[in-house]
């Protein structure tokens, strides 16, 4: 039988959470924000490079697929603690975020806030499937 013509299953999730609120300009700027993210922590969430028929090559994608959920702020201040709590990868978009322009910035605007007051617009995470789910319980998924 050829391996190629199985379905990949993953045991694991990558997901996106986004408060409803955002604009869509803002949805997009903060799911592109949050992914890049976990590349760079957790390589083997990163498949192989990509080639086209002619040779031309390009750069290496996530391996699976990467879900997007959106919820309330409420809801995404409680998968924030169940995210800590749980020691996933994760990364964070908070508001203060759209009113920086560089890293330095975003960073140093993340740094002021206390844990738990900050105002988060958006959380990615990675994990098995179950700890994900958990984490984003009361999420739905993005229309």
Not at 39 to 45: D, I, K, R, W, Y
Not at 91 to 110: C, E, H, I, K, Q
């Amino acid at each position: 039988m050829n391996d190629h013509a199985e379905p990949i299953r993953f045991d694991t999730k990558i997901a996106v959470l986004l408060r409803e609120d955002l604009e869509p300009w803002q949805r997009l700027n903060v799911t592109a924000f949050l992914v890049s993210g976990l590349g760079t922590q957790v390589p083997e969430v990163i498949g192989e490079p990509y080639e086209d028929a002619d040779g031309v090559s390009y750069l290496p994608m996530f391996r699976q697929p990467v879900l997007v959920f959106e919820g309330t702020k409420e809801t995404l201040t409680r998968a924030h603690a169940r995210v800590l709590s749980r020691s996933l990868p994760r990364a964070l978009f908070t508001s203060d975020l759209f009113t920086t322009g560089n890293d330095r910035d975003n960073r140093a605007a993340v740094r002021a806030v206390r844990t738990e007051e900050l105002d988060l617009v958006g959380l990615a995470v990675y994990g098995p499937k179950n700890a994900v789910d958990k984490v984003l319980k009361g999420a739905r998924m993005h229309p």
